[in-house]
């Protein structure tokens, strides 16, 4: 029997649910929960210098870990900070569970010129999956289960939770009994085994495979950065089939997998990559709307084209707009090894037509590197040193270009493209997040110098954690910044190193000095404001 | 008739709608637009590092100017980074006109695939006051001059309106006679609307003020809106009745004026406490009776007082307070009304009232007493006051342009302001939103060309738009920026110390050389650890050509007296759940700053809460 405040309450469902890591900023309303934090040392609390970058780091952390994670902003004006932040989870399917406290429930909706008081669950709703407030003290565990449920079942996404700050203050006894009743074990609350898929659909998806024999796999956001990441990399590898990354999971394949064709951001940028898509017979799509990325919306009319097979986990996203064969409700892990299983294929039934679209996409970024020949020297670099312990950030819209065209060959654990239309200069915060959650892989961020300058001030969370990682700054792309970037990352305490070009050793790169950040400042053409 | 794009028909319509400065961030998509801007119209562009940055400039811009200005982004995240700026502006009820990309398509509202998709409307639904979504062309004028329109009616506040992408391009014939500058918004200033008062309610105005006993003018940022401080100041003189200010009309009254209570609300102290029990009338102008200002409510206020409530929305009345007779009028108009018919009835003043007036001027003086008295000990740390107090000493008043940012420093300045008047202190009173004061100065900096701008900021909320450091030094702008740096979140710092027995979790920040950092941005920058070298440094920061920061190494364990009126409120109904145990030990270390901040504290118990009886009103 204890005598426990909502806020602890919170946290120990929190840690119930398995959270090890809470980005936040405290607040008044917060007290209860800052006051909690020591009882329970499994969970770290990281504090940024914004609410935006609180929920940024969440979702560097859990789209490098696959794991859940928590951003807390205080009531109103931490929260209104939070919503920029929050969107990139929201833009990029990524389960960050945002709590935040509210005035007190007999002061909220409506609000009556409340300090710090507004509506702030609806003005999260367009970018959340689902949100709710919790009125009553013991409602907290079920609720927050849900959230996570929410986050996490089907297509994943954010979340958000409003708690009124009198029931994060109440403090009641919790017994055995009373902890029972509200507190079922967390793992029965989740469903956490396998969707396997309709046989019939299965069986049909899986004769048109062997019937094709130009087939092309597209990847979206269920394949699933958080989560199953490394099974369906296996399946697909197995698979054989070429593979084209998407916007949303560009990255996710590296030179070492055989299946893996290139960005889609390669086919767009030329005339023959869109020649070379519609060859394909027969697409399949793994968790992604089909038409949402321009390319592939302009082949669904090749006369080549016999189908599409769409493998979603959620039944409700399938498109009927689309010669869609038919609908595999299923996980991609489950529906591809089910393909494989099925197909037995030997290694050479589609090796010629793999190696032939993946020597056009060579072709295909070939013609796109002359484009970015200022960048060329950096990444092939990169390219040459980098490891399976390496995760790659890149931030910058020329960047992200090259990164997709250039690292398409190189080995690493992970690359993560900040979509430029998502929010600009997330790349910082997103970093650190991922610093946090793999502290035995090298991280390194590479940023054009108007991406960066975004949430500069992170720079100084980073000192004061002591988190070690690298930032390669492009300085000759920036756009009317006068600020010498140098002096910059040196002031807040980074170990900054200028080179003119990039010719560097892995040890230069990632062994310069421990528990800082290590800049290094790559200045290419000369930066005068225009 | 002339053919334009809409990126044209954008211009010339901002143009129309008096917008004279348009603030962005830099986006490939918008290059069109703002070249646009730049070369067919007379409006200034003002590119910052960051959307949301952009938004507070704005804000900061039309708070000091009058002015309408405009914040322009992107669409998806972009936009979104508006949104704490929007809210500031929504909260303080600042007509923010902000313009935004979307999507071609239209929001779906079936939340699976395509996020882009989404509702980026929806979500400025709550701290906005209209919003819209422009669907052709055709509409794209009309649209931008309602949304001007809708932002100055009744309640001023924000708008928002999305354009979306494709209309950029398109092209119109436009009649250019209808594009002349249009009736309630023009280049020179904001237009209020005159709108008079009920003659019958003035009548039954007059005759409450005639019978009051112990009258109080309450003004708010309804004032500074409608431009009346000076009918309002002549008003309290001519009939001697004492005046407070709200936070949002913080330097209606001087502090320094006779009949001024002092800081604004409760920063004032035992004046302001003493008042808003002891008075039996308040004249409320322009006042929203917000939470930060007690609601016009119990514990703070007493519920035997009579307002008289003079706003311009209908919707403000009896939102807190149930006033007796209310107006709806403009407040300037209103006041004049009010003067001209007591001054008509031959009614001068009462003696009483300037018993009342002085008995409640020697209680401010009294406080001023007491607070300089404190800072002025050999404190082994810089004292905020302190470094307040010598700031008065370097700058005139009349040339004082003060923004603050922070948690507890923007109290620690109210408490210890020099005198100002209206239009020249900043701050988001209405979200009390942190970490906003870099883009607010640069806002007010570009709408008073050629002063200097003084910036006291926090450790804490500092480095949030650090960045914009880099737009400071671009525009070289003559801005000045003091931190007071208590290594602390010491705001949240203060709670966990008094609440819960001193747990300090997340509160503490690291020793950082802020002039470290803006030397690396390139401003001129001096750290100050001893009183003595404030001054030189205040000195050489006012008279530097460009911009200058100094870091001011401040004592984190001074709390500000008058956290503790704003916490009644504030936790109002959840102070009996505080752990008593947590109480009691806090008690104890508060007891342990030592003699002199325990003294302050007590004093101000003593003479300030102990007025409103506080422990009977927390056991009701």
Redesign the interface.
């Known amino acids: 029997m204890r005598i426990i405040t909502g806020g602890e309450l919170l946290l120990s469902v929190l840690a119930d649910c398995g959270i090890k890591q809470v980005f936040s900023i405290a607040g008044e309303q917060l007290g209860t929960v800052y006051d909690a934090f020591g009882k329970f040392p499994e969970i770290n609390l990281t504090v940024p210098r914004s609410e935006t970058s609180a929920a940024l780091m969440a979702s560097g952390y859990s789209a490098s870990t696959g794991y859940a994670s928590v951003s807390m902003a205080t009531v109103g004006a931490g929260v209104v900070y939070e919503v920029a932040g929050l969107s990139k989870a929201w833009f990029n399917y990524l389960p960050v569970i945002s709590i935040a406290p509210q005035l007190q429930s007999w002061k909220i909706k409506p609000h009556q010129e409340n300090l710090q008081g507004c509506n702030q669950d609806e003005i999260f709703y367009p970018i959340t999956k689902w949100n709710s407030i919790i009125y009553s003290w013991e409602r907290i565990p079920q609720i927050v289960y849900r959230a996570f449920r929410e986050a996490l079942q089907g297509i994943q996404g954010p979340v958000h939770i409003d708690i009124p700050s009198d029931v994060l203050f109440r403090y009641k006894i919790l017994t055995e009994k009373k902890r029972r009743k509200i507190m079922p074990p967390a793992e029965k609350t989740m469903y956490r085994g396998n969707i396997k898929g309709d046989p019939f659909f299965l069986k049909k998806a899986c004769d048109a495979i062997k019937e094709s024999e130009r087939p092309v796999i597209t990847l979206g956001q269920g394949f699933g950065r958080p989560g199953r990441y490394q099974e369906i990399k296996q399946d697909l590898n197995r698979l054989g089939i070429p593979v084209i990354t998407t916007t949303i999971s560009s990255g996710a394949l590296c030179g070492e997998d055989n299946c893996y064709a290139g960005d889609i951001s390669l086919f767009i940028s030329a005339a023959s990559g869109l020649e070379l898509l519609k060859r394909t017979d027969l697409l399949l799509v793994i968790g992604m709307d089909p038409y949402s990325e321009h390319a592939l919306s302009i082949i669904k009319d090749s006369p080549n084209l016999k189908g599409v097979i769409q493998i979603e986990i959620d039944p409700s996203s399938f498109k009927d707009n689309i010669t869609n064969l038919c609908p595999v409700h299923s996980d991609p892990h489950s529906s591809l090894s089910y393909f494989e299983r099925e197909l037995k294929w030997n290694e050479t039934d589609l090796s010629t037509w793999r190696d032939d679209f993946n020597k056009n996409c060579d072709l295909l970024a070939l013609e796109l590197s002359k484009e970015l020949k200022n960048l060329d020297e950096l990444f092939d670099s990169l390219k040459d040193i980098s490891s399976c312990n390496d995760i790659f950030i890149v931030d910058g819209r020329e960047l992200s270009l090259a990164a997709s065209c250039f690292l398409r060959k190189a080995v690493y654990k992970n690359l993560f493209i900040m979509d430029d239309r998502d929010l600009p200069g997330a790349g910082l915060p997103f970093a650190l997040g991922a610093v946090i959650g793999n502290p035995n892989d090298n991280v390194v961020l590479i940023s054009d110098k108007d991406s960066l300058f975004h949430h500069i001030r992170e720079l100084q969370s980073a000192v004061s954690i002591g988190l070690e990682f690298t930032i390669i700054c492009v300085d000759d792309i920036s756009n009317n910044n006068v600020a010498d970037s140098s002096l910059v990352l040196q002031s807040m305490g980074c170990n900054v190193k200028e080179v003119d070009r990039l010719s560097i050793k892995r040890d230069d790169i990632f062994k310069t000095k421990k528990n800082i950040p290590n800049a290094f400042i790559l200045k290419s053409k000369s930066n005068s404001p225009n | 008739m002339e053919s334009v794009s809409g990126n044209e028909l954008i211009a010339k319509s901002l143009v129309t709608n008096g917008i004279s400065y348009v603030f962005t961030?830099?986006?490939?998509r918008l290059t069109p637009l703002i070249s646009c801007l730049k070369s067919k119209t007379g409006i200034n562009v003002i590119?910052a590092?960051?959307?949301?940055a952009a938004t507070v400039m704005a804000d900061g811009y039309i708070r000091r100017s009058g002015r309408f200005s405009a914040i322009l982004t992107d669409?998806?995240?972009?936009s979104?980074?508006q949104?704490?700026g929007v809210?500031n502006a929504?909260?303080d009820k600042i007509p923010l006109i902000s313009l935004s990309i979307c999507n071609d398509d239209e929001?779906d509202y079936?939340?699976?695939?395509?996020?882009?998709k989404?509702?980026?409307n929806?979500?400025f639904?709550?701290?906005t006051i209209w919003r819209s979504r422009v669907n052709s062309i055709e509409s794209l004028s009309d649209t931008l001059k309602k949304g001007v329109y809708e932002s100055t009616r009744h309640k001023r506040g924000p708008i928002h309106i999305d354009i979306p992408f494709g209309l950029l391009d398109k092209t119109i014939a436009i009649d250019n006679t209808l594009f002349s500058e249009s009736d309630f918004a023009t280049k020179s200033k904001i237009r209020s609307v005159r709108l008079a008062g009920d003659e019958l309610e003035i009548d039954k105005a007059v005759s409450s003020i005639k019978s009051a006993k112990k009258p109080l003018i309450f003004c708010g940022g309804g004032v500074i809106a409608s431009e009346a401080h000076d009918d309002v100041i002549c008003f309290m003189e001519e009939f001697k009745i004492p005046a407070a200010t709200t936070m949002a009309g913080f330097g209606t009254i001087p502090i320094d004026h006779n009949y001024s209570l002092g800081g604004p609300a409760y920063t004032t102290g035992e004046a302001f406490h003493v008042a808003i029990n002891d008075a039996d009338l308040v004249i409320a102008l322009g006042v929203?009776?917000?939470?930060?200002d007690g609601?016009g409510l119990p514990p703070l206020w007493s519920d035997k007082i009579k307002f008289i409530h003079v706003d311009i929305d209908p919707l403000q009345i009896g939102?807190?307070v149930s006033p007796e007779i209310s107006i709806i009028g403009d407040v300037k108009t209103v006041i004049n009304q009010l003067s001209a018919k007591l001054r008509g009835e031959g009614f001068i003043s009462k003696p009483a009232w300037r018993s009342w007036a002085k008995y409640l001027s020697n209680l401010k003086k009294g406080r001023y007493k007491r607070l300089n008295k404190a800072i002025n000990k050999d404190w082994p740390i810089i004292h905020q006051g302190k470094a307040m107090q010598e700031l008065g000493k370097v700058i005139k008043r009349d040339d004082l342009l003060l923004v603050m940012d922070g948690g507890n420093t923007p109290v620690f300045v109210a408490m210890y302001t020099p005198p100002m008047g209206p239009r020249q202190s900043f701050y988001p009173f209405?979200?009390?939103?942190?970490?906003c004061g870099i883009p607010y100065a640069i806002g007010v900096q570009l709408a008073s060309p050629g002063r200097r701008v003084i910036l006291i900021t926090g450790d804490?909320s500092f480095?949030?738009?650090?960045?914009e450091?880099?737009t400071i030094?671009?525009l070289n702008l003559p801005i000045s920026i003091i931190i007071f740096n208590d290594s602390a979140?010491n705001?949240?710092r203060a709670?966990?110390y008094s609440?819960?027995a001193g747990?300090i979790?997340?509160?503490s920040?690291?020793d950082?050389d802020y002039s470290?950092?803006?030397?690396?941005?390139?401003l001129h920058a001096t750290r100050v650890t001893k009183v003595e070298d404030i001054l030189p440094a205040y000195e050489n920061s006012i008279h530097s050509s460009g911009a200058a920061l100094i870091d001011i190494i401040t004592d984190k364990d001074n709390f500000p007296d008058c956290l503790l009126s704003f916490s009644l409120?504030?936790?109002?109904?959840?102070m009996r759940?505080?752990?008593p145990v947590k109480l009691i030990k806090s008690s104890f270390l508060i007891l342990g700053l030592g003699r002199d901040r325990t003294f302050l504290l007590l004093s101000y118990i003593k003479k300030a809460l102990f007025r409103i009886n506080i422990i009977a009103k927390l056991r009701s």
């Open positions: 961030a830099s986006s490939d590119i590092r960051n959307e949301g669409d998806n995240g972009r979104l980074s949104i704490y809210a929504w909260a929001a079936n939340k699976g695939f395509n996020r882009y989404f509702d980026q929806g979500v639904h709550e701290i929203s009776f917000c939470g930060v609601f939102l807190n209405g979200m009390a939103a942190i970490g804490g480095l949030y738009h650090v960045q450091l880099e030094r671009r979140w705001m949240i709670m966990q609440m819960f747990n979790v997340g509160t920040l690291p950082i470290k950092i803006a030397k690396g941005f390139g409120v504030e936790f109002d109904g959840l759940l505080l752990n």
